[in-house]
């Protein structure tokens, strides 16, 4: 099913040109259906590479999902054009009286910092509260995953001694949990992170359930136990390349970089990179929209956050 982004977004014809069904504007308004309005805070400093991905995630989805770009106001982004920003992106104060099903907070290359240090904090957390009474279910991804597990529960970060940084298998712990449903049972899953949050903080916490892990990345996946927050701490959006081009850019900085993990053939960069990831990864997306959004959420938008995820509560 669609996706309904904007025309002139540059996403839509990268879409198209990989025969994803994504729906015109027009079209859109001439159907009688409600949408599904997916709000996707981009903390990306490559905003349009983020959206891009993470929209191809999207797009197998059992309704028309509508989707809205959200940047933080109280940071300067540097690494997109003010005109895209300006064209395709709103601020919070812009959409807080309104109410989404769902909510995607994606990374941000700060996990280094204290989160209190990060310029964006206190807005982030702003949104992140705002989320409890305005959002359905919020999907948190990599530093997203470790602020808003930090912010709702308090659980902390640690520093790694080295970068968890390629591909690596997982396995599923909690095998009834709807969003891991049709996984395999060894899947695999990009990292890149200097930070983690550790198993046994999760499982100490009455709240929160593990759903994945991994032997040599930790923590893939936990949730709360009413379905109103989804913690995913790897990066399942990323392309084929986006982990080599991270390799590349942080060799010609001159840094120390060790090679993805289980990245590229033989562990030579000179080959092309093996995509081992991309099945899960939409399984991941499609399990969350349709699960613990499209089953669950009211249809009338204006009360969603009111009980989000009661009826998926301990799935």
């Given at each position: 099913?669609?996706?309904?982004?904007?025309?002139?977004?540059?996403?839509?014809?990268?879409?198209?040109?990989?025969?994803?069904?994504?729906?015109?504007?027009?079209?859109?308004?001439?159907?009688?259906?409600?949408?599904?309005?997916?709000?996707?805070?981009?903390?990306?400093?490559?905003?349009?590479?983020?959206?891009?991905?993470?929209?191809?995630?999207?797009?197998?989805?059992?309704?028309?999902?509508?989707?809205?770009?959200?940047?933080?106001?109280?940071?300067?982004?540097?690494?997109?054009?003010?005109?895209?920003?300006?064209?395709?992106?709103?601020?919070?104060?812009?959409?807080?009286?309104?109410?989404?099903?769902?909510?995607?907070?994606?990374?941000?290359?700060?996990?280094?910092?204290?989160?209190?240090?990060?310029?964006?904090?206190?807005?982030?957390?702003?949104?992140?509260?705002?989320?409890?009474?305005?959002?359905?279910?919020?999907?948190?991804?990599?530093?997203?995953?470790?602020?808003?597990?930090?912010?709702?529960?308090?659980?902390?970060?640690?520093?790694?001694?080295?970068?968890?940084?390629?591909?690596?298998?997982?396995?599923?712990?909690?095998?009834?949990?709807?969003?891991?449903?049709?996984?395999?049972?060894?899947?695999?899953?990009?990292?890149?992170?200097?930070?983690?949050?550790?198993?046994?903080?999760?499982?100490?916490?009455?709240?929160?359930?593990?759903?994945?892990?991994?032997?040599?990345?930790?923590?893939?996946?936990?949730?709360?136990?009413?379905?109103?927050?989804?913690?995913?701490?790897?990066?399942?959006?990323?392309?084929?390349?986006?982990?080599?081009?991270?390799?590349?850019?942080?060799?010609?900085?001159?840094?120390?970089?060790?090679?993805?993990?289980?990245?590229?053939?033989?562990?030579?960069?000179?080959?092309?990179?093996?995509?081992t990831w991309f099945s899960h990864a939409q399984l991941l997306y499609t399990n969350w929209l349709n699960y613990y959004v499209y089953q669950t959420t009211p249809y009338d938008i204006s009360r969603a956050g009111e009980r989000a995820g009661e009826e998926g509560a301990s799935r």
């Amino acid at each position: 099913m669609p996706i309904r982004i904007p025309d002139a977004l540059p996403a839509t014809a990268a879409l198209e040109s990989e025969n994803i069904f994504v729906m015109t504007e027009h079209r859109a308004m001439h159907q009688d259906i409600r949408p599904l309005r997916v709000l996707l805070l981009n903390l990306m400093p490559t905003k349009i590479t983020t959206e891009t991905q993470i929209l191809r995630r999207l797009s197998n989805t059992p309704i028309q999902v509508e989707v809205e770009l959200l940047q933080t106001a109280s940071h300067d982004a540097k690494n997109t054009a003010a005109e895209h920003l300006e064209a395709f992106y709103t601020t919070f104060d812009e959409v807080r009286d309104e109410h989404f099903d769902g909510l995607i907070i994606t990374g941000a290359p700060v996990e280094k910092l204290d989160f209190e240090e990060v310029d964006y904090w206190p807005e982030l957390c702003e949104i992140m509260e705002w989320s409890k009474t305005h959002v359905h279910s919020t999907l948190h991804i990599c530093w997203g995953a470790q602020a808003g597990i930090y912010h709702h529960y308090e659980v902390p970060k640690h520093a790694l001694p080295e970068k968890m940084f390629g591909v690596f298998p997982h396995e599923v712990v909690k095998r009834t949990s709807p969003l891991v449903r049709g996984f395999d049972d060894e899947f695999f899953a990009p990292h890149s992170r200097f930070t983690e949050v550790r198993a046994a903080d999760i499982e100490a916490h009455p709240e929160l359930e593990l759903i994945a892990v991994s032997d040599e990345a930790g923590v893939y996946v936990a949730k709360s136990i009413d379905s109103q927050n989804f913690f995913v701490f790897g990066h399942p959006e990323y392309d084929r390349e986006t982990l080599k081009a991270e390799y590349d850019r942080d060799v010609a900085r001159g840094m120390a970089m060790a090679l993805p993990a289980h990245y590229y053939p033989d562990d030579d960069p000179a080959r092309e990179p093996a995509a081992t990831w991309f099945s899960h990864a939409q399984l991941l997306y499609t399990n969350w929209l349709n699960y613990y959004v499209y089953q669950t959420t009211p249809y009338d938008i204006s009360r969603a956050g009111e009980r989000a995820g009661e009826e998926g509560a301990s799935r």
